[in-house]
C-alpha cells in the first residue's frame, strides 16, 4: 500500500502533534518526523514548503498511503480505519460517541483557544489568563462527562482516541499553571496512561527536535 | 432501538446547531427541538454526525473510501474546530466589543483561506467530490456566520459554489435558522 515509511510533520511541544505521536505508537508504525518548528524563523509553518503540505499552516500533518492528512483527530480516525488493530475506538456506537465527544471537546472546544496564534492576538499580558479559562471551563466539562464515561481510561477500561487527547492537553495545562485539584477524574486516568509506553516514547520530552535543555 | 422521538436542544442562529439539523433532515430522522438560549460551546457535534452514521447509515453521509473519509473530516474537522470555535460567542464576549468583528473576520479569513485550497483537491459537486458529506454539513452554517460577519468571500470562489449548490437542497433549507421553531418573527423566511 505505501512507498517508504509515513512522515509526521510535528513540533516536540505541540499537543496536537503529540495526539498522533501516541496512535502511531500503539498502532506499532513506524514513521519519519519531519520537525516543523513553531517558534524559528518566525514559525516553520508559515512556509511556503509547508503550505503546500498543509494549507491550514499547522501541525501535525502526516503523509502516508499516498496522501496528506492534515487535523490530529481525522489522522487518528483513518489510522483507525486502514489499520484497525489494536483498536483507538471502542466497537459500540453509543460508546465510540462517547469517545468522540471527549475528544471533540478537547480538540475542538478547548486547544484551539490557547493554542499558539491565539494567544499571539490576545496580547502577552492576556496570554496566561485567557489560556487558564480555556482549559478551566473545557475541563469543568470534561470532569462532568468523565463520571459518566470513565472506568480506568476515559471510556471504559480501553484505551481510546479521548486518552489520546486528553494527556496532551493536561500536559498543557500545567504549562499554563492551571490547578488541577478540581480535577481529579482527570488527573487519575492522566496519570493511569502517562505510565503506558506509547504515551512515554512520544512524550515532547522524547522527540527529535526537543531541545537539550528539555529533553528527558 | 429507541423509546420517543430523538430531542435535539438546539439554538436557531448556532451554527452547530444547524449542522446536526441538516444531518437529521438528510436522514429523514423525526425530532423535537428543545429551543437553547445560551450555547455552551459547539465543539462536540460532529460526535453526534458520527453517531448518526454508525447508527442510521442511509444516506451516508461520510463516503467509503478511507482517504475520501479522512479528507471530510479534515475538512469537518478545519471548520468545526479551526474556525467555528474562534468566532463562538464565548469567545466574542472575551475580546471586547470593539475588537469582536475584526476578531470574527479574522478567524473565519485565515480558515476559509486554507479550506478554498484544500477544496482545489478534494471538491466536485460538494466539498468531497459529488456525494453531500459532514463536509457540507459544516460548510454552509460557517458560511453563514461568515456572511453575519461581513467577510467579502469573492477570494473563495469554490466555497461560494459549493455553499450555493447546498442551499438549494431541502434539508439544508427546513434545517436553516430562519425556519426554527425558535426563529424570532422578525428573522423567520
Known amino acids: 500500500m505505501q512507498v517508504g515509511k509515513p512522515i509526521l510533520y510535528s513540533y516536540f511541544r505541540s499537543s496536537c502533534s503529540w495526539r498522533v505521536r501516541i496512535a502511531l505508537a500503539l498502532k506499532g508504525i513506524d514513521y519519519e518526523t519531519m520537525p516543523i518548528s513553531l517558534i524559528k524563523d518566525g514559525g516553520q509553518q508559515f512556509s511556503k514548503e509547508f503550505q503546500a503540505v498543509n494549507p491550514m499552516k499547522q501541525v501535525p500533518a502526516l503523509k502516508i498511503d499516498g496522501i496528506t492528512i ?6 487518528i480516525e483513518y489510522l483507525e480505519e486502514t489499520r484497525p488493530t489494536p483498536r483507538l475506538l471502542p466497537q459500540d456506537p453509543k460508546k465510540r460517541a462517547s469517545v468522540r465527544t471527549i475528544s471533540d471537546l478537547i480538540a475542538g472546544g478547548i486547544q484551539p483557544l490557547q493554542n ?11 496570554q496566561l489568563t485567557w ?4 482549559i478551566t471551563s473545557g475541563f469543568s466539562a470534561l470532569e462532568q462527562i ?10 471504559g477500561d480501553e484505551v481510546s482516541m479521548a486518552d489520546l487527547c486528553l ?4 500536559a498543557n495545562a500545567e504549562r499554563f499553571k492551571v490547578d488541577l485539584t ?3 477524574t482527570i488527573s487519575r486516568i492522566n496519570k493511569t496512561l502517562l505510565a503506558l509506553e506509547a504515551f512515554q516514547v512520544s512524550h515532547p520530552c522524547r522527540q527529535p527536535d526537543t531541545p537539550a535543555e ?3
Open 131 to 134: 489560556a487558564q479559562n480555556a
Open 182 to 184: 478540581p480535577y481529579p
Open 167 to 170: 494527556v496532551p492537553q493536561v
Open 214 to 216: 528539555l529533553r528527558a
Open 146 to 155: 468523565l463520571q459518566s464515561t470513565a472506568g480506568r481510561y476515559c471510556v
Open 116 to 126: 499558539l496564534s491565539v494567544l499571539k492576538q490576545v496580547g502577552q499580558e492576556n
Open 70 to 75: 492534515g487535523q490530529s483527530l481525522a489522522i
